[in-house]
């Protein structure tokens, strides 16, 4: 791509964000979106909309949430039950509690069979 071609791709890209946001000061439209951001579901099954960083901070949050508790049973296992209960206690959903088992499994940090989580 030329320079030519990545200026006019930025200035593209440009007038959408001033179409979209409404407004042409960046600071303002920052005070306002960042809050609605970092604020968490307060019902369960509620979606919010949440920055990649911060999803990605949870994804963090939630493979060292699992990894203590697999540690802390000893033995390196525990009841997918008793692990999904103790994770819902730090502030995670349903949803978001399976897709980040399924993620850790498919990552083989975890194996998931039988209704038991064991730390691999």
């Known amino acids: 791509m ?3 071609e990545k200026l006019s791709a930025s200035l593209g890209a440009d007038r ?4 979209t946001k409404g407004c ?5 439209c ?7 951001e970092l604020e968490l579901p307060k019902e369960q099954g509620q979606k919010v909309c949440m920055s990649p960083k911060t999803e990605a901070r949870r994804r963090a949050s939630l493979t060292a949430l699992v990894g203590r508790e697999l540690r802390a049973s000893g033995c390196g296992r525990l009841p997918k039950d008793e692990l999904v209960a103790s994770v819902q206690k730090a502030g995670f959903d349903s949803d978001e509690i399976a897709s980040g088992l399924e993620r850790l499994d498919d990552a083989n940090k975890i194996m998931l069979m039988d209704g038991l989580v064991f730390l691999v």
């Not at 959408?16 to 179409?19: K, L, R, S």
């Not at 920052?30 to 609605?36: F, G, K, Q, R, Y």
């Open 30 to 36: 920052i005070a306002e979106t960042a809050p609605a």
């Open 16 to 19: 959408q964000v001033e179409d």
């Open 24 to 28: 042409l000061a960046p600071e303002s």
């Open 2 to 4: 030329t320079p030519d």
